[in-house]
């Protein structure tokens, strides 16, 4: 499976940004997708992730601000970002979990700086 991330960018506190994370290949084996972010010195942490059944999950950080779709046709998942903090800033990474083969897959990190 490849990822193809995009959507990251420079924005004031207070203001929302669109990730887009489109994703190809052995894409019927695909159990979930999601987004991590990683400051810098901090580890990578989960955002927000969406089961194949449209279950949804997200960081206490983020609840209520950000919200994760996907566009199964297309194969792609977005997170919408709202009333971003400084604190969000980081590098975003898509995520996806195949069943076959179980296998974690990275896509490129786009890069989110919200400044205050």
């Known amino acids: 499976v490849q990822l193809q991330a995009s959507g990251g960018g420079l924005v004031q506190a207070g203001g929302s940004l669109r990730l887009s994370c489109a994703a190809s290949?052995?894409?019927?084996?695909?159990?979930?997708m999601g987004w991590y972010r990683q400051a810098p010195g901090k580890q990578r942490e989960l955002v927000a992730v969406i089961a194949s059944d449209g279950n949804t999950g997200y960081a206490d950080s983020v609840k209520g601000r950000f919200t994760i779709s996907g566009d199964n046709a297309k194969n792609t998942v977005f997170l919408q970002m709202s009333s971003l903090k400084p604190d969000d800033t980081a590098v975003y990474y898509c995520?996806?979990?195949?069943?076959?083969?179980?296998?974690?897959?990275w896509g490129q990190g786009t890069q989110v700086t919200v400044s205050s």
């Open positions: 290949g052995r894409v019927n084996s695909i159990i979930s």
């Open positions: 995520n996806t979990v195949t069943t076959v083969p179980p296998f974690d897959y």
